[in-house]
């Protein structure tokens, strides 16, 4: 035990507060044994004292790859887009299995490195559930966000789109700032608060944004709620395009019909529909279910508009893929609280289900690389 070492980077992403290992869980795997050395860091939201006050070796940023091969590279979001080979193990969100752009150029950095990918999302206990997720913070953020931009389109030109966001210290702070908007909305839509369609409501990312709406006063008839039943009839579906936000909040695992498209807004002369949060998304997936959108949207431009051919009202999309940073330190304590049981089995990975599953998954994924 004493020989493994686990090597925190710094995220890269822009405004990405978050951090996989909080000092809580640094102190807790130095108890266990591991050695911790945390890379320090501008951007997140724990201050570099607060891992070296439990005992965390502070090292400069960026500097995991010329690390000893053994250690162990802990992440969140995927690395910068570079061509160097990748040589040692990482624990990280890479985005490259459900064959998102550019997935095979992330999955040979390894194997020209011989490094191994463990990814987080598809580590999952004896049931198929994940072990650890940000989905709820990720849905509670997004319904947040998608309230703001209901109510700043009712009250401004498409030509001004929504301005950039920051992230919030706290939920309270949170809160405050979209029933201030859900207030200011409502008024300009002659006192009528948004109505907001959240799909995949039962799942943890829905029951998040579910939960932001409840929290923040919108009435429970406001509030509507899909799932898999709800779903099953196929799109598109008008119920939608009827509501002012949809929060999009499903885990995509194969082809379904879209939920909205461009020719259901063509075709509906009556469309309330102002925001879509895609909080699932899958913007380069080939089965995007919300095809109305193609780029990624950032805290510092936080919506795209959608193409309505000159319709009323206005319409864009949210599709930030790492909303919980909108509440980095609370989504980091929560989500490194149900990750530390599998941590504590890392240093024999080879004796532990879920490591085993994960690096048969990476060994699987890079069996379907094409052919060069």
């Known amino acids: 035990m004493a020989g493994t070492t686990l090597h925190l980077r710094s995220e890269c992403k822009p405004l990405e507060h978050r951090s996989a290992l909080t000092p809580t869980i640094v102190k807790a795997l130095l108890d266990a044994g591991y050695t ?6 501008p951007e997140r939201i724990f201050e570099d004292s607060e891992f070296s006050d439990v005992g965390a070796t502070l090292v400069p940023e960026g500097s995991w790859p010329t690390v000893p091969t053994d250690h162990i590279i802990v992440g969140l979001k995927e690395l910068p887009e570079e061509d160097f080979p990748l040589k040692h193990t990482h624990v990280q969100f890479a985005h490259c299995y459900k064959r998102q752009a550019g997935w095979d150029t992330v999955l040979r950095r390894f194997t020209s490195g011989g490094g191994t990918l463990l990814d987080l999302e598809f580590l999952t206990d004896e049931s198929g559930r994940r072990v650890a997720a940000f989905g709820y913070h990720a849905g509670f953020a ?7 931009a209901w109510a700043w389109s009712l009250s401004h030109p498409p030509s001004e789109p929504l301005p950039g966001v920051k992230s919030y210290p706290n939920v309270d702070d949170l809160l405050t700032s979209v029933k201030e908007s859900i207030a200011s909305g409502t008024a300009k839509n002659g006192g009528k608060p948004p109505r907001v369609l959240v799909i995949g ?7 998040g944004a579910v939960e932001l709406c409840v929290k923040a006063g919108l009435p429970e008839e406001s509030i509507v709620r899909w799932d898999l039943a709800e779903t099953a009839r196929g799109g598109p579906f008008p119920e939608i395009l009827a509501s002012d936000i949809f929060v999009n909040c499903i885990y995509l695992t194969s082809s379904i019909p879209p939920f909205v498209s461009p020719a259901s807004i063509a075709s509906t002369a009556d469309r309330k529909l102002r925001v879509v949060c895609d909080v699932s998304c899958d913007t380069t997936n080939p089965h995007n279910p919300i095809p109305i959108y193609s780029v990624n949207t950032t805290f510092s431009s936080p919506t795209v508009p959608v193409d309505v051919s000159g319709t009323e009202p206005p319409l864009s999309v949210i599709s930030i893929d790492h909303l919980p940073s909108m509440l980095p330190r609370e989504a980091s304590e929560a989500f490194a609280h149900d990750l530390l049981p599998s941590l504590l089995s890392l240093a024999k990975r080879g004796e532990s289900r879920v490591w085993r599953e994960a690096e048969a998954l990476f060994e699987k994924k890079v069996g379907e690389l094409p052919a060069l």
């Open 201 to 207: 409501a039962l799942g943890r990312c829905g029951k």
């Open 142 to 148: 997004g319904a947040a966000l998608a309230i703001a």
């Open 36 to 41: 911790v050395n945390a890379e320090r860091s």
